[in-house]
């Protein structure tokens, strides 16, 4: 029988010869509801994820061993050794499917670390699927997903990007059917990173001393407002039970949310366990305007805009 033509090199049997390219992008959490402290030492989560168009890029090549490479935002910080998370995810992928993890990495980042967009995360999940081509393991995106769970609560969901709805500790995931609307973004991001476990630990202080907000709601409202195209309603449902303590380890994000509010933005939030936070707009003028005022007004280290929801890591 004559073997089918596959473009880009591929052969199912082989996996790819020519280099897979995999566009991962950043995740904002429109809803972020933390419940109680769990025995495994995590929160019980009730989150709403968005995929926004802010990227990392994975490249990966034949090789004879394991290496990575990275360039761009904040790489110099990152070890490249086994307690990578690119790393851990191709280990992960190559046990499960049985095959030996010989890859040659390279990493382009732009979406800050420690910044509350999970892109520690998407780097995991733009590895796994760039090493299914690359080895042509063929697995489906709910086997990745399950694999990806192992490697970190937000990695599932980048996975499959768009808009979904997050359970368990966030790896849980069920997609959010909405209108095919795009929001538009304004992307505020801060000086230095804030750590993940330390906001949730201050999330716990604040509430065992009764200071915390009340715990957000049902996620209702925000699906509802997801239905509509008026991104003023959306606005209205945004809400993150981590900002309380974004703002306590780190006060000059109130006036950074202050500033994008002032300059016209329709609600700001923090991005997940911060320092990022996030602006909606009207639309992608405004989200113009806006990112080039906050920039003005020194209120952040960089204001980019973005759109979602976008697809998760994807090759190509
Ligand atoms: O899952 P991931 O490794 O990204 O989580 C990093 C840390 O964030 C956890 O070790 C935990 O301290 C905190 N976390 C949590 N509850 C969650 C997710 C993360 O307490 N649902």
């Not at 998407?122 to 590895?127: E, I, L, S």
């Not at 990806?148 to 997050?166: E, W």
């Not at 999330?203 to 715990?215: K, M, N, V």
């Not at 994000?253 to 707009?281: H, M, Q, R, W, Y």
Request: overall charge negative; proline content about 5%.
């Amino acid at each position: 029988m004559t073997e089918a033509w596959r473009p880009d090199g591929e052969d199912e049997r082989r996996g790819a010869t020519g280099p897979v390219k995999v566009r991962v992008p950043a995740k904002v959490n429109l809803h972020l509801g933390v419940g109680p402290l769990r025995r495994d030492g995590y929160h019980e989560l009730n989150t709403i994820y968005h995929a926004i168009s802010i990227y990392d890029e994975l490249t990966a090549r034949r090789g004879d061993t394991l290496a990575l490479t990275m360039e761009g935002e904040g790489t110099g910080e990152l070890a490249l050794d086994d307690t990578n998370l690119v790393i851990r995810a191709a280990h992960a992928l190559a046990g499960y499917a049985g095959v030996l993890p010989h890859a040659r990495l390279h990493l382009r980042k732009q979406i800050p670390l420690a910044g509350g967009l999970a892109g520690g995360s998407a780097d995991a999940a733009a590895a796994l699927v760039a090493c299914d081509a690359l080895w042509g393991t063929g697995l489906s995106r709910d086997e990745l997903a399950g694999i990806a769970a192992d490697l970190g609560s937000d990695v599932p969901f980048l996975i499959y990007g768009g808009t979904a709805l997050g359970t368990g500790r966030g790896e849980a995931i069920s997609p959010v059917l909405a209108r095919p609307t795009s929001w538009h973004w304004v992307v505020a991001i801060a000086d230095g990173g804030l750590s993940t476990p330390a906001a949730y630990r201050e999330l716990d202080r604040l509430r065992d001393s009764g200071a915390a907000s009340d715990p957000l709601g049902s996620t209702d409202a925000l699906l509802g407002a997801l239905r509509q195209r008026d991104p003023r309603v959306l606005a209205r449902t945004l809400g993150n039970d981590l900002q309380d303590a974004a703002l306590a380890m780190r006060p000059a994000l109130a006036d950074t949310l202050k500033a994008g509010e002032a300059a016209g933005a329709l609600t700001g939030i923090v991005s997940g366990s911060g320092p990022t936070c996030v602006f909606l707009t009207t639309d992608a003028a405004d989200a113009e305007r806006i990112a080039a005022e906050l920039t003005a007004a020194g209120v952040c280290r960089e204001a980019r805009v973005a759109h979602g929801p976008v697809a998760g890591a994807r090759v190509g």
